[in-house]
């Protein structure tokens, strides 16, 4: 019992010194989204042979993918690496707007991979790539 409350108080006091997420930790988040946006992408352009069943899946880990780099924006946290533009926080509520739109086109997305319908998914894909898109436009900054 006592060593067990040692290492808790031990992580406990670790916590502060780790260091807060930032460009690095949202920027890997963000690539991992790309890894099953670009493979259904492919296939959107018809570069790659329209498979519904592997479609299905990377629209599946998008949905979650998509998640992750939104819970790595703490408040001032631009550093040396990061994209990020003072507007995602001077600005919260259209970069909330953002996400949610963002949110909902790739739950949409996972939907309409289900019916199959290769124009139907053009449709939506082209939706959640201009997502990315507008966010970009407003939200990140030139590369440092
Ligand atoms: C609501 C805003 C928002 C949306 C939506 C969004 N991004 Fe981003 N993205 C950002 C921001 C901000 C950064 C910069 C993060 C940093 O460097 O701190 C970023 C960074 C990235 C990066 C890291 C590499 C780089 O050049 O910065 C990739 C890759 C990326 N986004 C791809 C995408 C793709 C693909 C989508 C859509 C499927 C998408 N993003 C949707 C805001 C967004």
């Given at each position: 019992m006592?060593?067990?409350?040692?290492?808790?108080?031990?992580?406990?006091?670790?916590?502060?010194?780790?260091?807060?997420?930032?460009?690095?930790?949202?920027?890997?988040?963000?690539?991992?989204?790309l890894?099953?946006?670009?493979?259904?992408?492919?296939?959107?352009?018809?570069?790659?042979?329209?498979?519904?069943?592997?479609?299905?899946?990377?629209?599946?880990?998008?949905?979650?993918?998509?998640?992750?780099?939104?819970?790595?924006?703490?408040?001032?946290?631009?550093?040396?690496?990061?994209?990020?533009?003072?507007?995602?926080?001077?600005?919260?509520?259209?970069?909330?707007?953002?996400?949610?739109?963002?949110?909902?086109?790739?739950?949409?997305l996972?939907?309409?991979?289900?019916?199959?319908?290769?124009?139907?998914?053009?449709?939506?894909?082209?939706?959640?790539?201009?997502?990315?898109?507008?966010?970009?436009?407003?939200?990140?900054?030139?590369?440092?």
């Open positions: 006592k060593l067990i409350l040692t290492a808790g108080l031990a992580a406990l006091v670790a916590m502060p010194a780790m260091a807060a997420p930032g460009g690095a930790e949202r920027q890997h988040a963000f690539k991992q989204v890894l099953d946006f670009e493979p259904m992408g492919l296939m959107v352009r018809e570069r790659d042979p329209y498979k519904k069943g592997a479609f299905i899946q990377h629209a599946d880990a998008l949905k979650l993918a998509a998640r992750q780099p939104f819970t790595l924006f703490p408040p001032n946290s631009i550093d040396g690496k990061s994209r990020a533009k003072p507007e995602i926080w001077s600005q919260p509520a259209r970069f909330a707007a953002e996400k949610t739109r963002f949110f909902a086109a790739v739950d949409a996972d939907t309409v991979a289900r019916s199959g319908d290769l124009a139907a998914i053009k449709k939506s894909y082209a939706v959640v790539a201009q997502s990315c898109k507008s966010c970009h436009d407003s939200f990140r900054g030139p590369e440092r």
